[in-house]
């Protein structure tokens, strides 16, 4: 029994080694731009509420740097499924200095987006190829804001709060493909992330465009 196990596992070897290539493993780093509008509305607001003070918003919950990574099964030569998570920031600050002390308002928001993708590959030659992508999935953001006062050196507080969201998406993408060999290969492309706060007016809201740039191994 033994044997014919260890027979029946060197055949399962030797099929897998000597076919094309069944996984993909890649990682993309980009910019995206994200549809943070009730975001910055309440920061506004909360400027607006330390005694008339004038409080700055200086940093409103800018496009920023995401990364993502995957790992896809050839259901054929031309077709990969598989899962994807990425992670998402950004941040807003409020913030007043003056000789009398200073007030500081940090908004940091992270978001982790996790989902199933599918790849239809359009080889163009032997090294170049255009594929459309999609992924659906959920996002689950962090907002953690934390409030600090200081009073002329002699006393000061800090507060924090946290807030969090679920929330979907569908993210379309197109993407060019250069293979150095059939192992490894580099593609950039240009996709739109369409989260479901937007039509349902959540807090947060990552809709937006995504460029990304990677590198992927298959094997």
Request: net charge positive; hydrophobic share 35%; charged share 15%.
């Amino acid at each position: 029994m033994t044997r014919k196990l260890y027979l029946l596992l060197m055949i399962c070897f030797t099929t897998l080694c000597g076919s094309s290539q069944t996984l993909r493993i890649s990682y993309e780093s980009g910019y995206g731009t994200y549809n943070l509008h009730n975001l910055k509305a309440l920061q506004i607001y909360m400027s607006e509420q330390i005694n008339g003070l004038p409080v700055k918003a200086l940093v409103r919950f800018p496009g920023y740097i995401n990364h993502s990574a995957s790992i896809g099964y050839y259901l054929t030569k031309n077709n990969i499924l598989g899962i994807n998570v990425s992670y998402l920031t950004s941040g807003g600050r409020n913030h007043l200095s003056d000789y009398s002390g200073e007030y500081k308002l940090d908004m940091i928001l992270n978001g982790y987006q996790f989902g199933l993708e599918d790849e239809h590959i359009f080889k163009l030659n032997n090294k170049f190829d255009i594929n459309a992508n999609i992924k659906i999935g959920c996002i689950k953001s962090n907002l953690n804001i934390t409030e600090y006062i200081k009073i002329n050196d002699l006393d000061s507080n800090t507060t924090s709060d946290q807030y969090k969201q679920t929330s979907y998406f569908v993210e379309p993408s197109l993407n060019i493909s250069y293979h150095f060999n059939k192992a490894i290969g580099v593609r950039a492309g240009l996709g739109y992330n369409l989260n479901s706060s937007t039509f349902n007016n959540n807090l947060i809201d990552w809709s937006g465009f995504r460029t990304r740039l990677g590198i992927a191994y298959s094997f």
